[in-house]
């Protein structure tokens, strides 16, 4: 594949973060993507969270399968560790690198038809397993590659550019990311950066199963009247549940979100997550309150958006299989090969 560099003049006055990198440290080659397509608006706002939060690109890993959102990791943190997996394959090896590595910062990008069909069955492990990582799904409900096919999320009803119906019922990411025990569950719309942008610094500041499902219209298959994933719909149908802010220490904090409560949870880190629930009513630490919601949203025909689900109190794969805090590559070959006496200690317990 040929990547086109972006130019290395820029702007001399960038605002620097912490780490004094600018916006442009963190992004990647040029898009080679349909111009106006979602995944774009995607990989721009994951630039800019990561930016914000002023968080080390060389400490990522990102992982993707195949499909137009798996194009997408060459576009965004262009100094990180990255790996393009086989078609519905990236929550393994993903996996295998945060078990390898608990230090590395997992970005897992994906598609609906990457997710929803081949790769179903990887995507239910990953979360049932708690990897520690932000799962990310660029959801059109189309095939682009093979020139715009139904994918198995696309609603039914929905129809084709050639006003074909679909005749199924969807898989719901959101609705599996809950049952299966995923500890922050978001979904959002790749044209509302100002919603998008704070859910993926949230995600990356999560410890655990971090998933979100972003609605990424495919302009050149599924933006048209009749479709249930072009922008038009979804602007006309997101509901927001609740909204979600990232701050750092405890000043007073002020936003425009409609009128509700204010919640706010410590971070591991030491951030604070605001969160701002539109309905009063609503509860995103209830999973079984948030899948009826989730539900019960799609039958009335509307798109539910924003921090959905979260565990405070989450624990990670790391915590439930009680790994080494050293990454594999920093261990000593006597930690690695403890000898025969061990081995056979190990055996007798097996027994």
Do not use: W
């Not at 912490?18 to 898009?31: A, F, K």
């Not at 137009?68 to 060459?74: L, Y």
């Not at 682009?144 to 696309?154: D, I």
């Amino acid at each position: 594949m040929t990547f086109v560099t972006k130019p290395r003049v820029h702007h001399p006055n960038l605002p620097i973060n912490e780490l004094g990198l600018t916006r442009r440290d963190y992004e990647g080659s040029i898009s080679t993507l349909c111009a106006g397509c979602g995944h774009d608006s995607v990989s721009a706002a994951i630039v800019q969270a990561c930016a914000e939060l002023s968080l080390p690109p060389h400490r990522f890993a990102k992982v993707s399968g195949i499909g137009c959102s798996s194009k997408t990791p060459s576009y965004f943190l262009n100094r990180s560790h990255g790996f393009n997996s086989v078609h519905g394959r990236m929550p393994s090896v993903i996996t295998g690198a945060n078990l390898a590595n608990r230090d590395l910062m997992c970005i897992g990008v994906s598609g609906d038809g990457d997710s929803a069909s081949i790769g179903l069955g990887q995507f239910a492990h990953v979360v049932r397993r708690r990897t520690n990582m932000l799962y990310l799904v660029d959801n059109n409900g189309t095939y682009g590659l093979t020139k715009g096919q139904f994918s198995a999320t696309n609603d039914k009803g929905s129809t084709s550019k050639k006003g074909a119906p679909n005749l199924y019922e969807p898989i719901d990411l959101v609705s599996m990311a809950l049952q299966l025990g995923a500890s922050f569950v978001a979904r959002s719309f790749s044209g509302d950066k100002r919603q998008l942008v704070p859910l993926i610094k949230a995600a990356l500041k999560h410890k655990g199963m971090a998933f979100i499902d972003v609605i990424s219209p495919c302009v050149a298959f599924n933006n048209h009247a009749g479709s249930t994933k072009s922008f038009e719909f979804v602007r006309e149908h997101m509901q927001s549940a609740v909204q979600a802010d990232l701050i750092f220490g405890q000043p007073e904090i002020t936003a425009d979100y409609a009128q509700g409560t204010r919640e706010s949870i410590t971070m591991p880190d030491g951030s604070i997550l605001q969160l701002y629930k539109v309905d009063a009513d609503y509860d995103p630490y209830d999973r079984i309150g948030a899948l009826t919601y989730v539900q019960k949203m799609h039958e009335e025909g509307q798109v539910a958006t924003g921090l959905l689900y979260v565990d405070p109190d989450a624990v990670e794969c790391h915590d439930i299989l009680e790994t080494t805090a050293t990454p594999l590559n920093a261990l000593s070959e006597d930690a690695l090969c403890p000898g025969n006496e061990a081995l056979t200690a190990i055996n007798q317990g097996c027994r």
